[in-house]
């Protein structure tokens, strides 16, 4: 039987600013609302476009609303739509975002009470700046950005990086996330127990580890034996 947990990692983006819902899904779900007809097979290559030239040139001091925005502004330009109306889908990403991202750093405070806590994410080099404009930092010992230290998830070592910081051994730590290629398979690969947040709960068949937690939103977790 494990240990109780002594530490929890977060990932960001679908996680602490959605219940498991990654911004790919989220953008092109706005796209149809505002009535913009792209295929998914044109918009997805031209989203990971738009934000991997944003690694490492936004400016470490970019708050969340000007990454969104760049990322809505390449989108348009990638897509040849209409910049304003490509404006409007990022200012509507970023305002239920900003509202989910105020109801975890809530639920971090209160965790931070019992488990020391920190972020590992796929970001832009800017992400203690977002922590900071959120709300997130007070709670966080840790804020780990793929940019800044050089390596990816599911990397081990941008796990081990967060883990060091927070003097916390793998198996003294649960790493919470909604990628099962990014965030379950690099936490399991250095023997870290991990929450996989999907929104409907644990899927037929099952998460990648028999004795998974799966959650269908990031506020159960609080209601979970770590």
């Keep these: ?36 007809s792209v295929s998914r097979e044109r918009f ?11 690694e490492g040139a ?12 760049r990322v809505a502004s390449g989108l348009a330009e990638r897509l040849g ?29 209160r965790l931070s009470e019992r488990y020391r806590l920190g972020i590992v994410s796929n970001f832009y080099g800017n992400l203690g700046s977002v922590c900071r404009e959120v709300g997130l930092e007070p709670s966080i010992g840790v804020a780990i950005d793929s940019t800044v230290v050089g390596c990816k998830k599911p990397d081990p070592r941008i796990f081990r990086a967060a883990l060091d910081a927070l003097g916390a051994a793998p198996e003294e730590a649960v790493f919470v996330g909604d990628s099962p290629t990014r965030d379950m398979a690099g936490a ?9 947040l ?15 937690v799966v959650i269908a939103r990031l506020a159960d977790l609080e209601g979970v034996a770590l």
Excluded: Q
């Excluded at 997805?44 to 944003?54: G, V």
């Excluded at 936004?58 to 925005?69: C, K, M, S, T, W």
């Excluded at 209409?82 to 639920?107: H, N």
């Design 188 to 196: 399991r690969a250095l023997g870290m127990r991990h929450v996989w």
């Design 81 to 109: 739509e209409d910049p304003e109306r490509l404006r409007r889908v990022g200012d509507r990403f970023a305002e239920d975002a900003l509202a989910r991202l105020s109801e975890s750093a809530a639920l971090l405070s």
């Design 1 to 36: 039987m494990s240990a109780a947990a002594r530490a929890i990692l977060f990932d960001f983006g679908g996680t602490l600013d959605a219940d498991g819902v990654p911004w790919k899904e989220r953008f092109f779900c706005l796209f149809g609302e505002e009535g913009i």
């Design 58 to 69: 936004i400016g470490e001091d970019a708050g969340f609303r000007e990454l969104v925005g």
């Design 198 to 212: 999907r929104p409907g709960g644990r899927p037929e068949g099952g998460a990648c580890c028999p004795d998974d």
């Design 44 to 54: 997805e290559p031209a989203f990971y476009a738009a934000c991997d030239c944003l």
